[in-house]
Every structure is written in C-alpha cells, then in structure tokens.
C-alpha cells in the first residue's frame, strides 16, 4: 500500500542547516519528489530524485534516498528565513499518474 | 511566463449551491490534475484528465465533476458543497503521463483556490 510520513514540524536557526525527512512504503516507488508550499500559495516543485539515484544535490539542496530503508530526506544548507514553508514529500509508484503525498513539514527558521 | 492560473484565488458559497472553480494553463501539457487539500493534510488527487480521457479516483465523491473542453482549461465542479468540501483545490499540469518507468512526469501546481462553505 502507498502511505508517506513526515515530521510536523521543524525549527532551525537562520544560517544553520535543515535536514526533513519522509518515510515511504510503496517499494514500487520510482520517483520521489520534493514540493513547498508557502502559506495560502499552492505547490512549488524543489526537486526530484529517481528511485536509481543515492542522492542529488542541487544547489543548497541536497536529497538523499536510502531505497532499502525507503526513507528519503532533503537538506537546506544556509536556511533562510525565505526558507520557512510547508515541506511536502511525495512518490510516485511505477508508471502511475498518481502522486501520494506525504502530510508535510512546517520548517520554522528562526533568527 | 507559462504557468498554472487558477481562479478564483477564494470562493466562497453556500451550502448546497453547486459552485465552479477553473483552472488554465499556458504550458500546452497534455494532463490536468485535481487535488483537493484540507487544512494541515496532504493533497489527495480528486481525478484528472489525459488529453480528453477523464480518470476518476476510486474514492472521488459523486458530488465532484470536471469538465475540460480544450486543452487549456479544466473545470472542477461541486453540484452540492457540504462543510466538509470546504478545503484549497488545486490544479497541476504535467507533460504526459509516465508510460515507462523512467519517465520524470513532473508535475507543475497552480496557486490553488480556497473554497469557503458557509
């Protein structure tokens, strides 16, 4: 079955990195997806990583996959306080249109 | 700039009056989503589009329909709002749909509308 899990909440200081991280349990998953959405706004897409792939950096994001552990994380180097948002994970199984979707991350980042 | 336009940004109706949120897109992409997102959850795909071709979600309620007469736009209707349909609908576009594993199938999101049910 598909379900996705995330922390609720996340406070960093300005500066300091963020690590958010998702849980999965579709092994099937082929891409695995990171989107932000700030307050009344829709979704952003960050970044995505193939199911194939360790990790991706793109610059001050990095998305590491442990496809055996099914867990997945994103690191914001450098956090702003632009930065502070709702972090969303999600995967995307096989050929499947459909993206499920993890409950999301509230990053507070603090001065 | 190509993109995602929703309106209206908010909508507010009443209980039982059928309402129409709109979608369009600049992006020329073959596939229209809908999601609906309730307060603190995830997002969770009402049904979408391929081209012409609707496909429904398994537990989409019948009070929701979608209408998409061209490949720009996308209509979500709600014949019968309840409280519990009060919640931002948003729209997403993407290339095609993924027909090999490989395929990236990224989905693009608009700002979303937030239904009211008073």
């Known amino acids: 079955g598909e379900d996705v899990e995330q922390s609720l909440f996340l406070s960093v200081r300005e500066g300091d990195s963020s690590v958010i991280n998702c849980t999965y349990t579709?092994?099937?998953?082929?891409?695995l997806y990171w989107y932000k959405q700030e307050p009344g706004a829709g979704l952003q897409l960050l970044t995505y990583i193939f199911s194939n792939m360790d990790m991706k950096q793109d610059q001050r994001l990095t998305v590491l996959l442990n496809k055996k552990d099914k867990h997945l994380s994103l690191r914001i180097a450098d956090t702003q306080t632009g930065d502070s948002a709702i972090y969303f994970c999600a995967e995307r199984p096989g050929t499947a249109s459909k993206l499920t979707f993890g409950t999301g991350t509230r990053l507070q980042v603090t001065l | 700039d190509a993109m995602v336009i929703q309106n209206p940004r908010y909508q507010v109706t009443q209980f039982g009056k059928p309402v129409t949120l709109s979608c369009s897109q600049t992006?020329?992409?073959?596939?229209m989503y809908w999601y609906q997102q309730k307060s603190s959850q995830a997002p969770k795909l009402l049904f979408h589009?391929?081209?012409?071709?609707?496909?429904n979600e398994a537990d989409t309620p019948d009070n929701f329909q979608s209408r998409r007469p061209n490949t720009s736009f996308c209509f979500l209707d709600i014949r019968s709002p309840g409280l519990g349909d009060a919640a931002m609908y948003l729209c997403?576009?993407?290339?095609?749909?993924?027909?090999?594993?490989?395929?990236?199938?990224?989905?693009?999101f608009g700002p979303g509308t937030r239904l009211t049910v008073l």
């Open positions: 997403a576009t993407s290339t095609t749909l993924p027909t090999q594993v490989s395929s990236t199938d990224t989905q693009y």
């Open positions: 579709d092994s099937s998953s082929t891409y």
């Open positions: 992006l020329n992409h073959n596939v």
């Open positions: 589009y391929y081209d012409k071709d609707f496909n």
